[in-house]
């Protein structure tokens, strides 16, 4: 296991810099648990699960890789901070439940922090100013 942790993340004052911090430059397709995938998604359903994502959404103020300014106003995700494999799970590893190892964070992020694709991200944030007449 990787050993990237949240106390170290929240360092990085940027959304980008948290953003490399976490990416993981993997690609579509590439197997996570293939034939295992009922091991993840009954984890998912826990109650143990559910209670870790809410302390983590809360501490990250719903905001994208706990970014101040980078709310989210859509779904929500809570992203294991290093890659997570079927025998954590089976093992009970503690690490899995822990916040230090959580990161709230988009879909788009999401996908990108595992596919290694900054252009999945969404773009900044440009706020509207008066007589700004260049659409979106």
Not at 67 to 91: C, F, K, Q, R, W
Request: with cysteine.
């Amino acid at each position: 296991m990787t050993n990237r942790r949240y106390s170290e993340l929240i360092r990085i004052p940027s959304f980008e810099g948290r953003y490399e911090y976490l990416r993981l430059y993997g690609s579509v397709g590439q197997d996570t648990f293939g034939f295992d995938r009922y091991i993840n998604q009954s984890f998912y359903t826990s109650k143990e699960w559910h209670r870790a994502r809410q302390e983590v959404l809360i501490r990250d103020d719903g905001c994208d890789l706990g970014v101040p300014g980078h709310e989210i106003n859509g779904s929500v995700l809570v992203h294991h901070i290093n890659p997570m494999v079927a025998d954590d799970i089976t093992h009970a590893e503690d690490w899995i439940l822990d916040p230090e190892y959580l990161i709230t964070t988009t879909p788009r992020t999401h996908n990108a922090i595992h596919y290694g694709d900054a252009r999945l991200l969404l773009p900044p944030y440009v706020k509207r100013q008066p007589g700004d007449t260049r659409l979106w």
